[in-house]
DNA sequence: AGAATAGTGTCTGTAAGACAATATTGT
DNA sequence: ACAATATTGTCTTACAGACACTATTCT
């Protein structure tokens, strides 16, 4: 218990065998959200090796800490491996938003042996069809309604796709991942980082109408985004075009400056109605 | 690439063996913060061994995943493991209130190997001076105004206790703790858990002094606090005497049955004014 | 013209903050 | 009595939600 000096220090870092110690592996997995035709969707995988061979996933997997063959250690931070791992299974880059979500250390989550996962909650601008490679048989962008999660505090045993439930513990993680978007679009300007660089305000209120599942007033949504200082800012651009059975063009925005809205704009206060 | 079925997948779990494996370890570290003397404080331990001998540290320590004598795997949930490293290191109790923070995994954050770390806040109410344990030399509660953390988001390099930084990565951590519990404070119930099952609304302001820094306007606080459902419930009693130095006595609430707070108690917008 | 969509006006109820006043209690 | 603290009242301003209305564009 005595305190050592510098000296101990580095012998102690000299003597050091990281092997002899806690058989355990670290992963992450990645809740990667997009719009696709109007509906909140989750990039899922499904596996071709075991455990859980044949279910649906969340993309994810090691966390790279190898030796290569020169000996030289490759060692990435946990946000590079939950981008790369994004990549590799499902050809899909994490370009817009990318947040550390929680960690899940459930002793027996993993039947191979101790393993915790880092996860992440990702946002997707219009992305293309998922590629599956690595460890992934399959990939594809799924609409979080197919899946049997009613709310987000609910949850947690279900989450299926096409009627079989998810690998692991990812229907939680999906659930908490979910959570923490809708959440995030009351208070941050998160709802930009599912649209490109210009949008209308139809198509961010498209936005949180997906996420929270629920319809929101055009009119009083229109005036609060535009009260809210830093949300958007005008490019004084309009549409191409109107609707496409009529309509005015609408104003084109960019996104601004702001990390937190002031005033937020909160959700309806009633519970999980969808749709 | 092929999706095996079940017995492939019995095949495979016998023959993986972990310690082939991703050589890395995982600890958690908990922000323990409590009031005293009307000062917001945190529980920062003394390092007795390398790496950071004698530096100043958050309390927290490797998970268990050993093997016993008896071969019996020791596997504990992160939470257990953050809980039994804040007693084994300080002999206090994380009774009134634990939620994991987030994780940190900079490949350079320990020098010993590639070390993730899962970080906690706790609350604890009205706690006894730690006795240090473990790895430990020293223990204490140490007000978070004495520290070198001018805002949650400035600081990260910064940090010190007697002019010291904190070992590791821990004023980075103990900055995100301290943001964490401001933030909560505005949207749920956690200031109730600074606080014994009774208490009065003056006390609960001073738990929202202490943690955001900043004067709250008595009258309006209290009128606020009623006004929120399920926030604090009347017992009917008051308070055995009033100010020391005079004062009308004041009724005792407890903590209601609201998780989160409709509507909010928003702190007010402008910047990190400290008193 | 008529439908569809964008954007604005107005009203009402709720809530936050400033400030003041009243109610009790200790010295 | 006086200071200190608890609690309530009142007023002003801001904002959310409902609803109605105007503006523009497509078929």
New interface residues.
């Given amino acids: 218990?005595?305190?050592?000096?510098p000296d101990?220090?580095r012998e102690?870092?000299a003597a050091?065998r990281?092997?002899d110690?806690?058989?355990?592996?670290?992963t992450v997995d990645t809740v990667a959200l997009t719009l696709r035709g109007g509906a909140l969707s989750v990039l899922l995988i499904?596996?071709?090796?075991?455990?859980f061979?044949?279910f649906w996933a969340l993309p994810g997997g090691?966390?790279r800490?190898?030796k290569t063959a020169s000996g030289h250690l490759v060692?990435?931070?946990?946000d590079e491996a939950a981008m790369r791992e994004l990549t590799e299974e499902t050809g899909i880059l994490a370009d817009s938003h990318l947040e550390?979500l929680?960690?899940y250390?459930?002793?027996t989550r993993d039947?191979?042996?101790?393993v915790?996962t880092?996860a992440y909650l990702a946002l997707v601008v219009d992305p293309p069809d998922p590629v599956s490679g690595g460890d992934a048989?399959d990939a594809a962008w799924t609409p979080v309604a197919e899946l049997n999660l009613a709310t987000a505090d609910a949850a947690a045993g279900a989450g299926a796709r096409r009627g079989r439930p998810l690998a692991f513990d990812h229907a939680r993680i999906l659930a908490d991942g979910l959570e923490r978007a809708r959440a995030k679009l009351e208070y941050t300007p998160l709802a930009t980082a599912f649209l490109g660089p210009e949008f209308t305000i139809a198509e961010l209120r498209a936005v949180y109408e997906a996420v929270w599942g629920r319809r929101v007033h055009p009119g009083n949504f229109h005036r609060k985004v535009l009260s809210v200082p830093g949300f958007v800012v005008e490019t004084g651009q309009v549409t191409e075009r109107g609707g496409p059975r009529g309509g005015r063009r609408a104003q084109l925005y960019r996104a601004g400056d702001a990390r937190l809205l002031?005033p937020a704009l909160l959700r309806p206060?009633g519970e999980g109605a969808e749709q």
């Avoid at 060692?75 to 946990?78: H, I, K, R, T, V």
């Avoid at 039947?111 to 101790?114: G, H, K, L, W």
């Fill in positions: 218990m005595s305190i050592t000096g101990e220090e102690f870092l050091y990281p092997e110690y806690h058989p355990v592996a670290v499904r596996r071709a090796m075991p455990p061979a044949g090691f966390v800490t190898d060692e990435e931070d946990l550390q929680a960690t250390g459930d002793p039947p191979r042996m101790r915790i880092v048989a002031h206060a």
